[in-house]
């Protein structure tokens, strides 16, 4: 029987608050709640956004281009195993608490922009924040693309959709940092 029947099969769970203790319980909700920084009461997107930066600066010196490229990847991977796992046990398709997503999303950012200077960074982390809440255009097609409704199962899809919309707010960022760099180099 697959994780999905037997889900299906159980009755619909209360939506789960983010606390230190769920945090704790298992190594996928430390992943997906950014270690802690997306138990921030206000903005967890955004402390999560800030937590991510902050990592890539202490791990950007030690890893080559294609060492910082397997990160991302098994970042992916594991990260939509531990947003999956998190988001079923916290009863919600997309928990706020949940910030792996901009963490993977904002890693690849910096890694296609680097190097670069604080304010360059600074305009990066803006223009991302930007994408991942308000979700204009793409991003919110992508928001909505893999969201199951309230009381139904969460599956592997919406573990995918977690991080998907991200990833179109970072490609979003991206593309208008290009073009700011086409016109204005």
């Excluded at 030690?62 to 999956?84: D, H, I, K, R």
């Excluded at 901009?102 to 604080?118: D, H, K, R, T, Y």
Aim: hydrophobic fraction near 60%; include cysteine; aromatic fraction near 14%.
């Amino acid at each position: 029987m697959n994780d999905t029947m037997v889900i299906a099969s159980e009755p619909a769970l209360a939506p789960r608050r983010p606390t230190v203790r769920l945090l704790l319980s298992h190594p996928a909700h430390a992943i997906a709640l950014g270690f802690g920084s997306g138990l921030s009461p206000v903005a967890p997107g955004t402390v999560g956004t800030l937590w991510a930066w902050i990592a890539f600066l202490v791990l950007q010196p030690y890893l080559a281009t294609l060492e910082m490229a397997a990160l991302l990847a098994v970042s992916f991977f594991v990260g939509w195993w531990a947003c999956t796992v998190t988001a079923r046990a916290m009863a919600m398709p997309d928990p706020g608490a949940i910030v792996w997503d901009e963490v993977l999303a904002f890693w690849l950012v910096l890694w296609l922009v680097m190097p670069a200077g604080l304010l360059a960074q600074a305009v990066a982390f803006a223009l991302f924040r930007y994408f991942d809440a308000a979700k204009p255009g793409p991003v919110a097609w992508a928001d909505r693309l893999f969201k199951g409704r309230r009381g139904q199962p969460i599956g592997w899809a919406q573990g995918f959709g977690i991080l998907f919309d991200d990833l179109v707010a970072a490609l979003c960022t991206l593309l208008v940092i290009a073009g700011w760099r086409w016109f204005w180099p």
